[in-house]
Each structure stands twice: as structure tokens, then as C-alpha cells.
T-cell receptor, first 111, second 116 residues
Framework: KQEVTQIPAALSVPEGENLVLNCSFT??????LQWFRQDPGKGLTSLLLIQSSQREQTSGRLNASLDKSSGRSTLYIAASQPGDSATYLCAVRPTGNQFYFGTGTSLTVIP | NAGVTQTPKFRVLKTGQSMTLLCAQDMNHEYMYWYRQDPGMGLRLIHYSVGEGTTAKGEVPDGYNVSRLKKQNFLLGLESAAPSQTSVYFC???????????????FGPGTRLLVL
């Protein structure tokens, strides 16, 4: 069974700082990996999806990388803002139809 | 285009009662999912469907049943609610059957269920 781990569980940074969130998974046989944002009391919003054949994806201030062989992905957030405060989750999709989620990193950006 | 909607938003049940959670999507997606989210445990898959009339078990299916009679709707049933089923339930959907590696999951806003 695929296990997904996100470290740290919580992170607090001052506004303007660049930061990296980590996601690791145990089985490298995946179709894709997806990063989500979840605001308190809300559903998940997709941020970036990286296909297994890709190394990275970018959207605005966000950049996600994937190293399948080592079972790792990172989400880089540039010039953090208070509005970036949320929980960030990663999910991997192995070769079937199921997705496996990490427990998330709770990010607080201090003004 | 409402995306994925869930009904109800919040519900309180007594142990042993039954209820049905409704998920609806207007994106013509083939695949639909039901997850539960508990503190410290992330999202866990309960059941999923790869098309109208089909369902399959996920990671934590016990105590739940599902039905997909219409493509746009995916129902999650609790036959006899237990306190351990207190959780936040999320529905998700994705296009399916094409461009397998490129498909994004879209989530509903969640249903908070408290079982006393």
C-alpha cells in the first residue's frame, strides 16, 4: 500500500519568505502527483498536477517538482503572503484508480 | 457551472440512525469518490465509482454503502451510524478514461457529520 508523508506538519514563516513543503511516497510507480490547498472548513482546491513523466510544474509563485525514483515531491512558494496561509496536501495516484493523501502541512504566513 | 456540490453541509445523528449524503457534479465526469477526513489521518478513500452503475471499495468501506444510479450523482449511505463515523466527508470527481496522467480531482465543500 502506498504511504504518503508530509513533513513538517506545521510551518510558520514571515511574509515575503520563500519556502519549501515536502511530500514523500513509498512506491514510485505512480501516474501523477497532485498538490492541493485547503482553507479551514473548506474543501480542497487543486494547485498543481505533475504527471509521472514530468519533473516540475509551475503556476504563478508556485513550483512543484517530482523525483519519482526517490519518491519525493516539493512545493516551492515564492515571496509568501498572508493569503497563502492554509493547509497544503499532496496526493499520489498509483496505477489504479485510487489516490493516497498525505496528512498535510499547515502553513502560517505572518504579516 | 457549480462544480461539485454536497448535501447536507452539516448533520447530527444519534447512534444507530441512518442517513444519505448526496454528491452532485455538473462537469460530466466519469469518476467520483467519497473520502473522509479525520484529524491527523489525512483523507482516506471510502468508496469510488468509475462510471454510472459501478462502484468499488476504497481503503475504509466498512459501515458505508454507495450508489451511482445517475452519472452526475454519487450517494453515500450510513446504514447504522456509529460515533467512529464522526468526520468530515468529501466528495470528488475527475474526468476519467482519457489522458489518465493529466486528470485533476475536483472536490466538494464537505459535509460535517457528528454522531452522538
Amino acid at each position: 500500500k502506498q504511504e504518503v508523508t508530509q513533513i513538517p506538519a506545521a510551518l510558520s514563516v514571515p511574509e515575503g519568505e520563500n519556502l519549501v513543503l515536502n511530500c514523500s511516497f513509498t512506491d514510485s510507480a505512480i501516474y501523477n502527483l497532485q498538490w492541493f490547498r485547503q482553507d479551514p472548513g473548506k474543501g480542497l482546491t487543486s494547485l498543481l498536477l505533475i504527471q509521472s513523466s514530468q519533473r516540475e510544474q509551475t503556476s504563478g509563485r508556485l513550483n512543484a517538482s517530482l523525483d519519482k525514483s526517490s519518491g519525493r515531491s516539493t512545493l516551492y512558494i515564492a515571496a509568501s503572503q498572508p493569503g497563502d496561509s492554509a493547509t497544503y496536501l499532496c496526493a499520489v495516484r498509483p496505477t489504479g484508480n485510487q489516490f493516497y493523501f498525505g496528512t498535510g502541512t499547515s502553513l502560517t504566513v505572518i504579516p | 457551472n457549480a462544480g461539485v456540490t454536497q448535501t447536507p453541509k452539516f448533520r447530527v445523528l444519534k447512534t444507530g440512525q441512518s442517513m444519505t449524503l448526496l454528491c452532485a457534479q455538473d462537469m460530466n465526469h466519469e469518476y467520483m469518490y467519497w473520502y473522509r477526513q479525520d484529524p491527523g489521518m489525512g483523507l482516506r478513500l471510502i468508496h469510488y465509482s468509475v462510471g454510472e452503475g459501478t462502484t468499488a471499495k476504497g481503503e475504509v468501506p466498512d459501515g458505508y454503502n454507495v450508489s451511482r444510479l445517475k452519472k452526475q450523482n454519487f450517494l453515500l449511505g450510513l446504514e447504522s451510524a456509529a460515533p467512529s463515523q464522526t468526520s468530515v466527508y468529501f466528495c470528488a470527481s475527475r474526468r476519467g478514461k482519457t489522458h489518465l496522467a493529466q486528470e485533476t480531482q475536483y472536490f466538494g465543500p464537505g459535509t460535517r457529520l457528528l454522531v452522538l
